[in-house]
């Protein structure tokens, strides 16, 4: 499957963004879908992910309250709607894909995605 993220860009500190990221592929229904971030000299970190099975959510600590990830099966598309960014929001955030059916936990490890995107710069201003 092959995943394009778009929407970032540049937003005041307390903006907001929504990345969207559409998936090929008639089976995107049967992919669990993850949103990661990469800060610069930074290691790629887990965002939130949403299950293909029951819908179930699961965030980062950081993002909790602030960010919602979302799916459109019919759209082939999931995604992330930030609210109140902050300037530690600031990276690279990337769309991942994977069929695995593990615990929550787990699909916050970035090994258990197969799939990647390209990536879309977000860049949050104080």
């Known amino acids: 499957v092959q995943l394009v993220e778009s929407g970032g860009g540049l937003v005041p500190a307390g903006g907001s963004l929504r990345l969207s990221c559409v998936a090929s592929g008639r089976t995107f229904s049967r992919y669990t879908m993850g949103w990661f971030r990469q800060a610069p000299g930074k290691e790629r970190e887990f965002v939130a992910t949403i299950t293909w099975i029951s819908g179930g959510t699961y965030y980062a600590d950081s993002v909790k309250g602030r960010f919602t990830i979302s799916r459109d099966d019919a759209k082939n598309t999931v995604y992330l709607q930030m609210n109140v960014l902050k300037p530690e929001d600031t990276a690279v955030y990337y769309c991942?894909?994977?069929?695995?059916?593990?615990?929550?936990?787990?699909?916050?490890?970035?090994?258990?995605?197969?799939?990647w995107g390209q990536g879309t710069q977000v860049t949050v201003s104080s």
């Open positions: 991942a894909a994977t069929t695995a059916v593990v615990r929550m936990r787990r699909l916050a490890a970035v090994e258990e995605y197969d799939y």
